[in-house]
């Protein structure tokens, strides 16, 4: 059972930096083809980034700081929460986490 407190602010759904970089996109009115076209990106692959489907890269946060000024590091921050936010939640790294918890409180 998940124990919830007044303080925990932890958000409710996982906040994908490819959301950040398509709403920027759809802000600037500029297609995602012709983007990744200039841009010389697949169109696969910043699809996928940006619907969440493919992480997002240390290259690829430097790509979009050079293409639209958003800033690599955030990027890159926001890739690294979402992915502790998302492992957190899943059962079978919570199960062994739970294990290694008891292994150490016997040591």
Same mark, same amino acid.
């Given at each position: 059972?998940?124990? #919830?407190?007044?303080?925990?602010?932890?958000?409710?759904?996982?906040?994908?930096?490819?959301?950040?970089?398509k709403d920027e996109l759809e802000y600037r009115k #500029?297609?995602?083809?012709?983007?990744?076209?200039?841009?010389?990106?697949?169109?696969?692959? !910043?699809?996928?980034?940006?619907?969440?489907?493919?992480?997002?890269?240390?290259?690829?946060?430097? !790509?979009?700081?050079?293409? !639209?000024?958003?800033?690599?590091?955030?990027? =890159?921050?926001?890739?690294?929460?979402?992915?502790?936010? =998302?492992?957190?939640?899943?059962?079978?790294? #919570?199960?062994? !986490?739970?294990? #290694?918890?008891?292994?150490?409180?016997?040591?």
């Amino acid at each position: 059972m998940e124990k #919830i407190t007044a303080n925990n602010t932890e958000s409710f759904r996982p906040f994908y930096p490819g959301e950040l970089i398509k709403d920027e996109l759809e802000y600037r009115k #500029i297609r995602q083809k012709d983007f990744a076209e200039r841009c010389g990106f697949s169109y696969t692959a !910043l699809n996928e980034i940006l619907n969440g489907k493919r992480p997002l890269s240390i290259e690829f946060a430097l !790509l979009i700081e050079a293409a !639209l000024d958003i800033n690599a590091d955030m990027l =890159v921050r926001m890739q690294t929460e979402y992915n502790l936010q =998302v492992a957190r939640k899943n059962n079978k790294i #919570i199960s062994k !986490l739970e294990e #290694i918890r008891k292994i150490a409180a016997m040591l």
